[in-house]
Structure formats: structure tokens, C-alpha cells
């Protein structure tokens, strides 16, 4: 008996003829693209040894190839992390593999209902950390000063390089509504970064377009909605108030001490 039978033979009986039917389909997709990856045949023998030396990476691959090219749904996408987790999981328990590669691999969340106003802090570090590719440090100072400030949208349009010191940001565009922050060192560090590789030389405002002009509202909450979605977290609204909220909770409520571990996680 080769290893999936095995598998197969060991949750058989604990699941519906659906869902294990379910989870056959699933790993099927799953060894053909690893074996695609190789070069090989999907129904070739050495099949197995590629699904024992896969790695973390691999198996993040597959996740992002079923959204991508499978145009898989949230539920069809957790669907599949369940399967993997699920075979990944007992080939350790059972000493096929030495390290559980699949045990970090994290469903997505979607947020539907209204009445979910915030992110827990876990899902903010998760955002932070996967927030990658092109105008990624622009992205992500976006989004923790959504979080870490509880800004608006207009507070960051209307943001100017002057209004950004050593130790302190300002927001505001009028002068009685004008409110000063202290600058934490995640914050400080990704400023630098900005200013040193981002930012348009000679621009008055902080966030611009790559001919130098200020970014549009639209273009803030298309940012939004893009960098939460590609860390599979799915929202029905606007995604800067939902950040807006999620910043006014947290660091209201006794956590602002653990700032610098919350944005750089």
C-alpha cells in the first residue's frame, strides 16, 4: 500500500462520501502541479517522493496557482489548505516527513458580515508581514498608518512631506482639525525607507502616483482592498474604515505598548 492509499484508508471512515471525495480531488490537483513543477507525469511512481520533499513554499505555490489559474472561491481555496494540512499532518504524525511543512499555512478569512468591525491582531500582523511586490513599502506605510494612527482618507491625502519631523507626523488639512502623533520605530523605519526609494523628489505630498501626482481617494481604498485580499482577508465595504475601526480598538483598549510588535510581526 503506497502512501496516499494509506491516507485515503485512514480518514476514509470518518468522513462523508462527499467530502472524501472532496479531499481525493483536491490532491490530485495538488500532485499533479507539484509533479508539473518537476517535469513530470503526474501518475508516475516517483510522484510520491515529490510530495515528500515538498517545502512550505510549494505547497503556498499551489494555494496561489488554485485562486490564480483555477479561479478558485474562498471556500473552494480553504477547501484545499484542509486537504493538504490534512495528509501533511498525517504524514508526520505517521514519520513519512520530519518537519510538518503544511502546519503554518493559514486559511483565508472573509469578512462578510457588518457586524465584524475589526481585524484581530493576528490577522493585522498576518497583513503586514504579506505585503510584497511592486509599491510595497508605499502599501504598507498606507496601511499601518490606517492602523496604527486611525486615520482617514483625507487625513493621508492631504498628508505633506513637511508635516512628517524626526519624531512626530501631523495630520489635518485645516488648522483647528489638526492633530500630532508620536512616530514609533516601525514607523520611523518605513518612513526612511520610503523617502530614501518611493517618494517622488519634489513633491509636497507624501503619497503620489509615479508621475507625482497625489493619489486619488479611489486609489487609497483600491490599495486597501488589494493588499487585504491578497492576504485572504475578503471584505464587504470599505476597506480603510474597516482598518480605521480596527486601529481605534486596538490601541484603545491598553495595547499601544505593544505598537512596535504589532506592525513589524
Known amino acids: ?35 508539473e513543477r518537476e517535469g513530470m507525469d503526474a501518475n508516475d511512481t516517483d510522484c510520491e517522493r515529490i510530495i515528500l520533499q515538498a517545502n512550505e513554499a510549494d505547497l503556498y505555490a499551489f494555494i496561489v496557482y488554485a485562486r490564480e489559474n483555477l479561479h478558485n472561491g474562498v471556500d473552494a481555496l480553504n477547501r484545499k489548505i484542509s486537504s493538504v494540512r490534512k495528509l501533511y499532518d498525517f504524514l508526520y504524525e505517521n514519520n513519512y516527513i520530519k518537519k510538518n511543512v503544511a502546519r503554518n499555512i493559514r486559511k483565508f478569512i472573509t469578512v462578510k458580515d457588518s457586524s465584524r468591525n475589526i481585524l484581530s491582531m493576528q490577522e493585522c500582523q498576518y497583513l503586514i508581514k504579506n505585503i510584497n511586490g511592486r509599491n510595497a513599502t508605499r502599501d504598507r506605510l498606507i496601511v499601518m498608518m490606517f492602523l496604527y494612527y486611525s486615520v482617514n482618507v483625507n487625513d493621508l491625502l492631504h498628508l505633506k512631506t513637511e508635516d512628517i519631523s524626526e519624531n512626530s507626523i501631523t495630520f489635518g488639512s485645516y488648522c483647528d482639525n489638526r492633530k500630532t502623533y508620536k512616530k514609533n520605530d516601525a514607523l520611523k523605519s518605513i518612513l526612511n525607507d520610503f523617502f530614501s526609494s518611493c517618494h517622488i523628489p519634489g513633491s509636497s505630498n507624501v503619497f503620489t502616483t509615479s508621475t507625482g501626482k497625489p493619489l486619488s481617494r479611489r486609489s487609497i481604498q483600491h490599495i486597501t482592498a488589494k493588499r487585504l485580499n491578497e492576504a485572504g482577508i475578503y471584505v464587504n465595504g470599505d476597506t480603510t474604515q474597516l482598518l480605521r475601526r480596527t486601529g481605534l480598538k486596538i490601541f484603545s483598549t491598553g495595547q499601544k505598548g505593544s505598537a512596535d510588535k504589532f506592525v513589524l510581526a
Open 1 to 35: 500500500m503506497n502512501i496516499l492509499e494509506s491516507f485515503y484508508s485512514n480518514i476514509k471512515n470518518n468522513l462523508s462520501v462527499e467530502s472524501f471525495n472532496g479531499y481525493k480531488y483536491d490532491l490530485k490537483c495538488l500532485i499533479r502541479f507539484l509533479c
